[in-house]
């Protein structure tokens, strides 16, 4: 059965930050957050977990194979090593929004996201037992995106393109399904989902198709940490490619 | 008059390598594509330029004050600290999209993004003078976003929502005005505009309200440089949060 | 009783890569290697274990609470992040230099460090129980290094000071107790030791203040982590500063 | 003539800081220092200077070919970007140790480094015209480090034995020349000079053989900036290796 443990990773009143005294010069702030995300990346990646970019100033992980240590010992080291600190909120639940909505909720609890006084607010349930079983991951990409869009139009149009299918996707998935999708660069989508048929994917694609003209197909995985489950999803979406079908389970 | 200095970085036949001998850890690959990220963000924004992660395979700079030079120790540097290489192209035009355009054609013009023929391939035309409205950056962001979504609803729906309004304000700049609108996160969106009035933006703001349901403001600035115009930007951003408008020209 | 397991980091064939095909960049050189270095101290550190730069192309650490699992891990994200691999020996013994040894001896067993046949070779032996005197931790540093050196000299010759004190320091416990001693960056010393008594320390202080006439004081830890040990140690050094004594125990 | 330019970075208060309210983590501290060393090691590299770790919370960086606006810009990054900020001295004199003397005596100027009032202090004169010969590097490293130690000596009597030919250089070269010698990883020592002759070099490296029994070689180079003269310096190094000899000038 499907336990999707979530946390949001939150920094704590970065939006006043960036802009005191003055406004702080924006490539340092890229910077910043793309070396924050790289390190939850490391760390939450090599203990099985998966982390996404989202909003940058809000992150959200799947974390099932890390316990409360773990996460105090993230914040912890987050703190010694940048100029912001981070809250983390963690739910567990069968059907990822569910497991976010109460992650999220732990950290509302704690304080705004823009209040001077909330600082390394954290909060949290966590997944104890870990099953074969526990976490979905649905790995998609784009049809020949290289020959379609890359090396055909501008970057900016290949990029509104992907763009488009990509919230075409989302949307659909969260709606439909209680999955929550990311976009993780080039053509790919990494979606969290509650454990679905072969045509629920294949909804999500002809949707994606019908509503956003973006021909996707999709590797499936399950296992009991994200990696495992992640990387199921990447083998199965090397079926597709070989075998030139859309939709493929591990 | 407006003269965008663009600039594609594309990593080299990463496709490919991402999958070579197996598919790489996933969240290997998101450290090393953040931290390329990162450093082209200091590299570019401590001369004054602009880069966009977008597909993070495929960055877009904004690159007026660099020269030929700056480029080709990037492009040198890059390779010999990343296992990936880059390849680069570069335009110039008063509007950004076609700027942009003749940069993707130059690197198009050199091979595939997944050929492993084409190794470093780099092209360009650069702009000489600096004149003090080369470059025009208009910085956008959410009303309230903090108390309407981050405090209020759970991560993934907050950021479903700004999503929606990013991705109607990138497709209506981009066709009404040919600029090219980047999420940069928070509830920020920066657009490398040509030269527009105070109707234009009001026009895209109207339009995203009617399209997506999401309530922008703007701050606008001019420079000869993508970080003078950007600075710029930013404190005319914070005047409308003073005033209670919604578009402002420093 | 102790039971250190001292891993060494090998670059494979990095000199012949440094000069390939023309000699690179120096400082694309340094920022490979102390980033290299920083994600070890990261990934090491954050699972209780020590890392220490070295020689930076070849790094030793503490790596007691890490099983060959996370070995595994660590070299296989390493070759899918930078452009070079490292090869892993691990060896446990009651005397860091003999449980160094057999790491560096299992590493030379499998080819030459300029070899270009080496790649990714990880051979050793793992401390399977952790008992909590396992580890060994002293932390040195130099009585009033600001107020006699950095605040009055200039910084190159109060660093000949530092560097004098600590080659004397490293060579003493090197030969006497068969510790290793890793400069650690300002004014502070770390060294792994065997199980050592109050006077063998001072013993230690004594030398260097004779022999380097640099005046060191010190605090020592046990547990079952390097961080355990270290962490207790630094506690002791704060005593030694409250107390105004040369070795404290934790 | 020589006209070295040499900046002394040092962190505002470091070492109070590490230890509040409680020691931080080694293995944090470590990653904090080497990040700030790589971001600085970017910078100041690719505007054709050097910088060297020195002991990580003072660094001392050759940066012929920065001037203020430079030296501002990367204060201004690194207050955006870590949580600890860097005081700047900057001196040019035809003896990199006096130089080294006017820059460290700027920021005792500004106050102790261990003062919680003193943070971002800057002062420094700077060479304004750039003539081919104002830096002169030398680029030394050990014959055969890899037959007679790496591959032959556990790592930490490799060190041991590096680290005492360094010792011993370090202390030669400044006390005779007024040079400054650097440990650069591996078996490389890069030292800035003043401008010596052939015997003057064939004196440091037979000082090195009878002191500590450390056969070095050196390749010579001057140029406008650090990595002009470095480069050639490296050159230099390689004909060495070629041709069986112990000091070349590019």
């Excluded at 760390?43 to 974390?63: C, K, P, S």
Aim: a negative charge.
């Amino acid at each position: 059965m499907t336990a999707a443990q979530l946390t949001l990773v939150q920094i704590d009143n970065y939006g006043p930050w960036t802009v005191t005294p003055e406004p702080r010069r924006e490539m340092d702030l890229q910077t910043l957050q793309s070396r924050l995300f790289a390190d939850l990346a490391q760390y939450i990646g090599n203990r099985g977990g998966y982390v996404f970019f989202t909003r940058f100033d809000n992150m959200v992980a799947v974390t099932n194979g890390l316990d409360r240590r773990d996460h105090d010992l993230l914040q912890e080291s987050v703190g010694n090593r940048f100029p912001v600190t981070v809250s983390l909120g963690v739910g567990v639940d069968e059907v990822p929004i569910e497991a976010l909505e109460s992650a999220t909720r732990r950290v509302q609890a704690a304080g705004s996201a823009q209040s001077s006084d909330r600082s390394e607010a954290f909060a949290g349930e966590f997944r104890d037992a870990a099953g074969d079983e526990d976490v979905h991951i649905a790995h998609f990409d784009v049809n020949d995106a290289t020959g379609k869009y890359t090396d055909r139009m501008n970057e900016f149009d290949s990029f509104i393109n992907i763009e488009h299918g990509y919230a075409s996707l989302m949307k659909y998935m969260r709606e439909e399904h209680g999955a929550l999708s990311f976009f993780v660069g080039g053509d790919n989508v990494i979606a969290v989902c509650p454990d679905l048929a072969h045509d629920d994917y294949m909804g999500a694609i002809d949707h994606v198709a019908d509503d956003a003209d973006v021909q996707l197909k999709v590797g499936v995985g399950s296992g009991a940490t994200p990696h495992d489950a992640g990387y199921a999803a990447k083998h199965a979406l090397e079926d597709c490619r070989y075998e030139g079908t859309l939709v493929e389970f591990a």
